[in-house]
């Protein structure tokens, strides 16, 4: 079982990024899949999850109504499409299959 991260980067306040988890050894339709995230200095925070029906999401307040977490099957990935962020979005940000298997981060940094 492995996920690996990509799309982060560097974009200003008020943009957009959205993170990739590409899945590998299980399909993502099997399990839960959850975003975190940890900023220097800060303890590791749930961002968001997605059932393994797909039918049921949730966010953290600190990002509800900003962020979105999808599935798609086919590609086996998860995706986290972040809006309107904010420099205290920053952060390493961790995909996360079945609340177990934990990929190695991709970094995101919010800065004008």
């Known amino acids: 079982v492995q996920v690996v991260e990509s799309g982060g980067g560097l974009v200003q306040p008020g943009g957009s990024l959205r993170l990739s988890c590409a899945a590998s050894g299980f399909t993502v339709s099997s399990y839960f899949m959850s975003w975190y995230r940890q900023a220097p200095g800060k303890e590791r925070e749930w961002v968001a999850r997605i059932s393994s029906s797909g039918g049921t999401t949730n966010y953290a307040n600190s990002v509800k109504g900003r962020f979105t977490i999808s599935r798609d099957n086919a590609k086996n990935t998860v995706y986290l499409q972040m809006n309107s962020l904010k420099p205290e979005d920053a952060a390493v940000y961790y995909c996360?299959?079945?609340?177990?298997?934990w990929g190695q981060g991709t970094q995101v940094t919010v800065s004008s």
């Open positions: 996360v299959a079945r609340g177990t298997y």
